[in-house]
């Protein structure tokens, strides 16, 4: 019932910004949970940050400081601001919207197609 749409990602260098982007259509529950987590080759995934529909954020210990989360709820859509970016932060980056205030698990939740995010050094 919901769809994502991620864009934003792309190869910047150490210290850098990029700012992602994820677009959500569908059905929408007023109160949900939308988000990013991210994998890294041979690494498990990780939450990355989230943000519900009241603005309620919470983040990795790994980037608080220099992610920022908002979200605009009349487009629908989220927003990662990565600054100070580090090569540890090279990863694919996958949205996901989740009805409720839950983050999604086992089989619940939606996720978009993932980008790709490259940090050099």
């Known amino acids: 019932q919901v769809q994502l749409v991620e864009s934003g990602g792309g190869l910047v260098q150490a210290g850098g910004s990029l700012r992602l982007s994820c677009a959500a259509s569908?059905?929408?529950?007023?109160?949900?949970?939308m988000g990013w987590s991210r994998q890294a080759p041979g690494k498990q995934r990780e939450l990355v940050a989230s943000i519900t529909s009241v603005r309620s954020t919470n983040y990795a210990d790994s980037v608080k400081g220099r992610f920022t989360i908002s979200r605009d709820n009349a487009k629908n859509t989220v927003y990662l601001q990565m600054n100070s970016l580090k090569p540890e932060d090279t990863a694919v980056y996958y949205c996901?919207?989740?009805?409720?205030?839950?983050?999604?698990?086992?089989?619940?939740?939606?996720w978009g197609q993932g980008t790709q995010v490259t940090v050099s050094s």
């Open positions: 569908g059905s929408i529950f007023n109160m949900n949970r």
């Open positions: 996901f919207y989740n009805g409720g205030w839950g983050h999604p698990s086992d089989g619940n939740g939606y």
